[in-house]
């Protein structure tokens, strides 16, 4: 059964320094994962994607994350945050069968940036 | 255009009144989804409308029933909610769902209607 783990439910960093969000998942086969972002009081919305192409993937606003399938790992990270960035970043794996087909969540992991 | 957009933004409402959430895309999907999401917690599904009809229901209780009138339309109707219920109601859309099991089915989602039930 697929689920996923984000490790810590809150992060704080400086603006300008790197941001660093990690998830675990667990996946009977290659998965699709995503990174999901909600600022205060807004909806969700879609910072980047893995579909089994490049191990790499690059997000909007300058997010990127890397597929480590030895490590199951999809962690997000940038490399110098800026106070917009303070938000509620969700991992988020898809499970697929037939008509069962969902996004599985992580708890969510709260980024804080300090001037 | 990846815009998913949900009317109102925010409702108030007795526990005895009968209101209606609205979402709408223009993006071509043919799935579409209801979440709830309570403070702090991640979304919670709901519903599931695949070709306009429902596929998924989890189970939710009688007094929310969803409508999906055309490919565009998604709506929630609201009867006799408990003050438990208040919560951010977000709609998403995305591609069909396929029968293979590669499908990514990336879900776009609206800014959410803001419900509080007194």
């Known amino acids: 059964a697929q689920s996923v783990t984000q490790l810590d439910s809150h992060v704080s960093v400086s603006e300008g320094t790197p941001v660093l969000l990690r998830c675990n998942y667990s996946?009977?086969?290659?998965?699709?994962l995503f990174w999901y972002v909600q600022h205060p009081n807004k909806g969700l919305q879609l910072l980047l994607k893995?579909?089994?192409?490049a191990t790499l993937v690059k997000g909007i606003n300058g997010f990127e994350a890397e597929f480590k399938k030895s490590e199951t790992s999809f962690h997000l990270t940038k490399p110098s945050a800026h106070m917009s960035d303070a938000a509620e970043y969700f991992c988020?794996?898809?499970?697929?069968?037939?008509?069962?087909?969902?996004?599985?969540w992580g708890l969510g992991t709260s980024l804080a940036v300090n001037p | 255009d990846t815009e998913v957009t949900q009317t109102p933004k925010h409702l108030v409402m007795g526990m005895t009144n009968k209101k209606s959430l609205k979402c709408e895309q223009h993006?071509?999907?043919?799935?579409m989804y209801w979440y709830k999401q309570k403070a702090k917690k991640p979304p919670e599904l709901m519903f599931v409308?695949?070709?306009?009809?429902?596929?998924i229901n989890e189970s939710v209780p009688s007094r929310f029933s969803p409508e999906c009138p055309n490919s565009s339309l998604l709506n929630l109707h609201l009867h006799a909610l408990q003050p438990e219920d208040s919560a951010l109601y977000l709609c998403?859309?995305?591609?069909?769902?396929?029968?293979?099991?590669?499908?990514?089915?990336?879900?776009?989602f609206g800014p959410g209607t803001r419900l509080t039930v007194l």
């Open positions: 993006m071509g999907h043919r799935a």
């Open positions: 893995y579909t089994s192409a």
């Open positions: 988020v794996v898809f499970r697929g069968a037939g008509n069962n087909r969902k996004l599985i």
């Open positions: 998403a859309s995305s591609h069909p769902l396929a029968g293979g099991a590669t499908s990514t089915d990336t879900q776009y």
């Open positions: 409308y695949s070709y306009e009809k429902l596929s």
């Open positions: 996946s009977s086969y290659s998965p699709s």
